[in-house]
């Protein structure tokens, strides 16, 4: 499988961005997740979607803002910025794992990774 991440860019204080990843070739996962990495920090856990099911996990930082969404039949997975801040400037990961639940918010534990759009928030 391959994921494309797109919608990335320049955004103001408090404004919204809907960031989506589309897979392509077979997608056989447990759960898809964003991450992201701003700059001089370590790749971070954002939000994560059971690709069966449906349940949510979000980091706290984002919890209440963001909201991550499936569509199963055209294998995208959207990211959903509500009231941003300039530390959520990053770039942005779509990735894929199949480990248990609580793996979901553990970088190391996503096997498949897209290549990242930057979001950026200005001041």
């Known amino acids: 499988v391959q994921l494309q991440a797109s919608g990335g860019g320049l955004v103001q204080t408090g404004g919204s961005l809907r960031i989506s990843c589309a897979a392509s070739?077979?997608?056989?996962?447990?759960?898809m997740g964003w991450l992201r990495q701003a700059p001089g920090k370590e790749r971070e856990f954002v939000a994560a979607i059971r690709w069966n099911g449906g349940a949510t996990y979000y980091a706290d930082s984002v919890k209440g803002r963001f909201t991550i969404s499936k569509d199963n039949a055209r294998k995208l997975v959207d990211l959903q910025m509500n009231g941003l801040k300039p530390e959520d400037t990053a770039v942005y990961y779509c990735a894929a794992t199949n480990g248990i639940t609580s793996s979901v918010y553990a970088p190391k534990m996503y096997h498949t990774w897209g290549q990242g759009t930057l979001v950026t928030v200005s001041s």
């Open positions: 070739g077979r997608l056989s996962v447990t759960f």
